[in-house]
T-cell receptor, first 116, second 116 residues
Framework: GAGVSQSPSNKVTEKGKDVELRCDPISGHTALYWYRQSLGQGLEFLIYFQGNSAPDKSGLPSDRFSAERTGGSVSTLTIQRTQQEDSAVYLC??????????????FGPGTRLTVT | GNSVTQMEGPVTLSEEAFLTINCTYTATGYPSLFWYVQYPGEGLQLLLKATKADDKGSNKGFEATYRKETTSFHLEKGSVQVSDSAVYFCALSSSAGGTSYGKLTFGQGTILTVHP
C-alpha cells in the first residue's frame, strides 16, 4: 500500500520568504508527527497531531513555524520569514493509533529545504 | 527530559565483521526503545524495537536487548554485509502518557560503512 508521502521533495527559497511543506500520511493513521533533521541538531521532534488537534507543539523552534492538519489526514507545515538556520530535511511520520509509545512510526522521504 | 546518546561514528567495518553500536538513554518511566535505519537515498525505517525491560528486538540479523539496569539498548550483528551500510538511529518513546505520548527522541545517528 501507499506509504507516507511528502511534497515537495526539494525546496530552495530565499531568506525571508514563506514556505509550505505537505505531508500525506498513510490512510487511516490517526497520529502524525513532524521532525526536522539537520547537521547541527540531528533529528528533532517538532509537532504531534492526534486527529486534527495538536496536543504537543513543544518542538516548534519559534513562532515562525506553524502546522495544521485537516480531515484527520493531510498536514501542512508552514515556515514564515525563512532564515538560513531553517535549512534542513523536514520529515513527516504517521502511526496507526493514538500515539502509543510502542507503535511504529512510518516515515516519509522528507522535504529538503534550503534557504539561501 | 528524555535523551539518547549513541556512540560516535562513523564506523567502518569489513564484510562479515561483528558490529556493535552503543546506545544509552535517560527517560522517566518505562520508555519503548527503537532502532531506526536510513539507507542511502531512502527514508527512515524501523529496524527493531523493544517495549519493556529484558525484551530483545531482532530483525535482519540485528538484535538489541532492553537493559533497564544499565539504561542501554546496544545494537549488534554478528556478520555485517555491504548492504548494511546506512545510518543507524537509536530512539525512545516516552510511556509517561499525556500529550507527549509516542513522540520519538533520537540519538545523533551512527554512520556505518561496510567494505567488501
Amino acid at each position: 500500500g501507499a506509504g507516507v508521502s511528502q511534497s515537495p521533495s526539494n525546496k530552495v527559497t530565499e531568506k525571508g520568504k514563506d514556505v509550505e511543506l505537505r505531508c500525506d500520511p498513510i490512510s487511516g493513521h490517526t497520529a502524525l508527527y513532524w521532525y526536522r533533521q539537520s547537521l547541527g541538531q540531528g533529528l528533532e521532534f517538532l509537532i504531534y497531531f492526534q486527529g486534527n488537534s495538536a496536543p504537543d507543539k513543544s518542538g516548534l523552534p519559534s513562532d515562525r513555524f506553524s502546522a495544521e492538519r485537516t480531515g484527520g489526514s493531510v498536514s501542512t507545515l508552514t515556515i514564515q520569514r525563512t532564515q538560513q538556520e531553517d535549512s534542513a530535511v523536514y520529515l513527516c511520520a504517521s502511526s496507526p493509533t493514538g500515539g502509543g509509545g510502542a507503535n511504529e512510526q512510518y516515515f516519509g522521504p522528507g522535504t529538503r529545504l534550503t534557504v539561501t | 527530559g528524555n535523551s539518547v546518546t549513541q556512540m560516535e561514528g562513523p564506523v567502518t567495518l569489513s564484510e562479515e565483521a561483528f558490529l556493535t553500536i552503543n546506545c544509552t538513554y535517560t527517560a522517566t518511566g518505562y520508555p519503548s526503545l527503537f532502532w531506526y535505519v536510513q539507507y542511502p537515498g531512502e527514508g527512515l525505517q524501523l529496524l527493531l524495537k523493544a517495549t519493556k525491560a529484558d525484551d530483545k528486538g531482532s530483525n535482519k540479523g540485528f538484535e538489541a536487548t532492553y537493559r533497564k539496569e544499565t539504561t542501554s539498548f546496544h545494537l549488534e550483528k554478528g556478520s555485517v554485509q555491504v548492504s548494511d551500510s546506512a545510518v543507524y538511529f537509536c530512539a525512545l518513546s516516552s510511556s509517561a502518557g499525556g500529550t507527549s505520548y509516542g513522540k520519538l527522541t533520537f540519538g545523533q545517528g551512527t554512520i556505518l560503512t561496510v567494505h567488501p
